[in-house]
């Protein structure tokens, strides 16, 4: 099976620095893209930042010269260096791995983590 599993959520006052990391396992071939979604309350679910196998990267407005992506292709692992944090990026983040190819898949699939909760107070 192809699991992702996120860390490094948590609590920070406003202006600080969390970096958040997803590892996607199970016989991982190749991922074209991984991302960083968010989700706050009553909000839908938005693209914070994404990154292509071969480095090329995009991001939300909201977050731009803040948020860092990047990601490890050796370790299939994505980070989300997140700095001058405010209170409107308090959200629950998923991490997300688009066209993944496995030993365990006959095609390639789009994989969603589990979230992991940002909380930055005033």
């Known amino acids: 099976q192809v699991q992702l599993v996120e860390s490094g959520g948590g609590l920070v006052q406003a202006g600080g620095s969390l970096r958040l990391s997803c590892a996607a396992s199970?016989?991982?071939?190749?991922?074209?893209?991984m991302g960083w979604y968010r989700q706050a309350p009553g909000k839908q679910r938005e693209l914070v930042a994404a990154i292509t196998s071969g480095g090329s990267t995009n991001y939300a407005d909201s977050v731009k010269g803040r948020f860092t992506i990047s990601r490890d292709n050796a370790k299939n692992t994505v980070y989300l260096q997140m700095n001058s944090l405010k209170p409107e990026d308090t959200a629950v983040y998923y991490c997300n791995a688009d066209k993944v190819r496995s030993s365990y898949l006959t095609l390639p699939s789009s994989y969603w983590g589990q979230g992991t909760q940002v909380n930055v107070s005033t």
């Open positions: 199970g016989r991982i071939i190749s991922i074209n893209v």
